[in-house]
């Protein structure tokens, strides 16, 4: 498989503060990579780092195979875009003039494609309007604007639906697919919107307390996070024994509940436990979403 | 770097800060001049005035102007977060550095022109420099040379402070700072070495006897205070003001050396600074 960033042991400290610990994660060619972790796990540090702004303490990533300590590393980061923390763009200046200032920054010899640039993310109207006087989403999208200048093929987004109304969320969806669909522009996006972030991903990286907890495709993600049936039983031993009988997949979470990975015929089930002088207190069918993989994965409590 | 060059200019010329200072400049020289032309004419007859002692006013101020306009223009790169888009990019830090450097001095060194080209309102009646075209030269080279020095003192502040507000109080107080300290200094310089006094007896008022001024700058300190005036460029300016460059040499050398140490320390230290 091929990947565009891969990092290897990736540590950056702070002072007293390690906020990435032997950080280790592969991004794939063409995904959308969803990066997910608590407040302070290090999401943001990490992108500052792969975006330049910030040298690792030890360890290094790799940007399309080539390493952060080689050279060529500048080259390489021609090739991706990104919007880190807030939507870096001149405040004093309209969405065509921002955009020009990126061209100019990359020196390329025409303004050729701005207007497409300016239409994709939706800011082809905004005429002289300066960018102060822009919506949040407005912002944001102009932000991503100008890491599209240049056609990057690999983008990275820093929480880029944060602060954003039904309506703007559903917009930058819909354009990071649209990016990611069409221009096979490969994205790694940080989010606290976990629910948003199923709705795009196709790979995920859990963060905490600066590393990677678990690596996890979509495909994968989704088998995990099987539909179950929760029971909570008087006598697990005697619910494990049925179900084992029974050739059903099941996860005991305490002495009283277990999850049962299959629909069956209740009636026959709880004949069966009866047998076993087991009784059924609750049974509730569950859905596990990406939220409750990521709680079960770093133990929840603070916001995602 | 010649990209980057390219994205600072293309925003300078459309700083409304950079305008304001350069209007500023336009209406300080015209006005300073007049009312030298003014002075000149009521005063004729007692004093000889030329344009030289006028035309290098400029010297004193240009620094605040600088830090003024720097601080604003490249502190917007990070409170407007727009530096980020030059690294993400593969850009140097380095590159960064020096294209900020050159805009600076280029920004300023227009801020200047502006003022000598306005000062030619006096010509009509002061007429042309005294001090000879070969001096106005060596006065305007090393004119040249201190407003790079001021420039790349700026441009270190304003590319290690990472906050606008913070940036442009440091670099105005920095600049004024170090006014203050050179007239401090040159006001010490320029104390006399002997004082008389005026005495008043019953004859009536008589001049005292020369006596040693305590306030007098002498030996190895007179020597220290000389180079440390010489040395920075508000010294020089406060010199040039006056019409009192004596070693422009040393001048020209301290300033090639400013420029070279704020750069280099400059560049070390933002290479090292973790961006946000």
Redo the contacts between chains.
């Keep these: 498989m091929d990947y565009v960033l891969r990092t290897n042991a990736l540590c950056k400290r702070y002072k007293d503060y390690k906020a990435l610990n032997g950080l280790s994660m592969n991004v794939p060619k063409g995904a959308i990579y969803g990066f997910v972790g608590k407040n302070g796990a290090g999401k943001t540090t990490l992108i500052r780092l792969i975006c330049g702004l910030q040298e690792p303490t030890s360890g290094g990533y790799t940007l399309y195979g080539t390493k952060n300590t080689d050279k060529e590393i500048l080259k390489a980061r021609r090739r991706m875009g990104a919007v880190v923390e807030t939507p870096s763009i001149y405040l004093d200046m309209t969405a065509e003039d921002n955009l020009k200032q990126q061209y100019r920054i990359l020196g390329l010899p025409s303004f050729d494609g701005l207007t497409d640039i300016l239409k994709l993310v939706g800011l082809d109207n905004t005429g002289k309007k300066k960018a102060k006087n822009f919506s949040l989403g407005m912002r944001q999208r102009l932000g991503i604007a100008i890491a599209l200048v240049g056609a990057p093929d690999f983008l990275v987004l820093d929480e880029p639906v944060n602060g954003l109304d039904p309506q703007g969320i559903i917009e930058i969806r819909e354009l990071i697919l649209k990016l990611n669909r069409e221009q096979q522009i490969t994205v790694l996006i940080s989010s606290h919107i976990l629910d948003e972030l199923s709705k795009l991903a196709t790979n995920y990286g859990f963060i905490d307390n600066g590393h990677i907890v678990k690596e996890i495709s979509a495909e994968e993600l989704e088998a995990a996070c099987r539909k179950c049936v929760r029971l909570e039983v008087s006598d697990t031993k005697a619910l494990v024994r049925v179900l084992d009988r029974m050739q059903i997949d099941y996860k005991i979470i305490t002495d009283k509940t277990a999850d049962m990975y299959a629909k069956v015929n209740i009636s026959h089930l709880t004949a069966a436990l009866s047998k076993e002088n087991c009784e059924v207190i609750s049974m509730q069918e569950r859905d596990e979403s990406l939220e409750s993989y990521y709680v079960s994965l770093v133990g929840g409590g603070r916001n995602a | 770097m010649?990209?980057?060059l390219?994205?600072d200019f293309?925003?300078l010329w459309?700083d409304?800060i950079f305008w304001l200072c350069m209007g500023a400049m336009l209406i300080y020289s015209v006005l300073y001049m007049l009312n030298g032309c003014r002075q000149a004419t009521i005063d004729l007859t007692e004093y000889n005035y030329s344009i030289d002692k006028y035309y290098f006013h400029f010297a004193i101020s240009i620094g605040i102007f600088c830090s003024l306009f720097s601080s604003m223009f490249f502190g917007?790169e990070y409170s407007?977060?727009?530096?980020?888009?030059?690294?993400?990019?593969?850009?140097?830090k380095t590159n960064i550095y020096l294209a900020s450097l050159i805009t600076t001095i280029t920004a300023t060194l227009l801020m200047m022109l502006v003022w000598l080209v306005g000062a030619l309102v006096a010509i009509p009646t002061l007429g042309v420099w005294e001090m000879g075209i070969p001096n106005l030269f060596v006065y305007l080279l090393i004119a040249i040379m201190f407003v790079m020095a001021l420039s790349a003192i700026c441009t270190l502040v304003n590319m290690v402070s990472a906050n606008k507000a913070v940036t442009v109080a440091i670099s105005i107080f920095l600049i004024l700072g170090l006014l203050v300290f050179s007239s401090m200094i040159y006001n010490a310089l320029s104390e006399p070495e002997m004082t008389s006094g005026v005495l008043i007896t019953a004859n009536g008022m008589e001049a005292a006897e020369p006596a040693p001024n305590p306030n007098f700058v002498s030996g190895i300190m007179r020597t220290v205070y000389e180079f440390i005036v010489d040395f920075l460029p508000t010294g020089q300016g406060l010199k040039m003001s006056q019409l009192e460059v004596s070693r422009p040499v040393l001048m020209i050398v301290s300033s090639v050396t400013i420029t070279f140490l704020t750069t280099f320390g400059g560049i070390v230290v933002f290479k090292?600074k973790?961006?946000?």
């Design positions: 010649r990209k980057l390219s994205a293309s925003r459309k409304k917007t407007d977060g727009t530096i980020r888009n030059k690294v993400v990019v593969g850009h140097t090292k973790d961006l946000r």
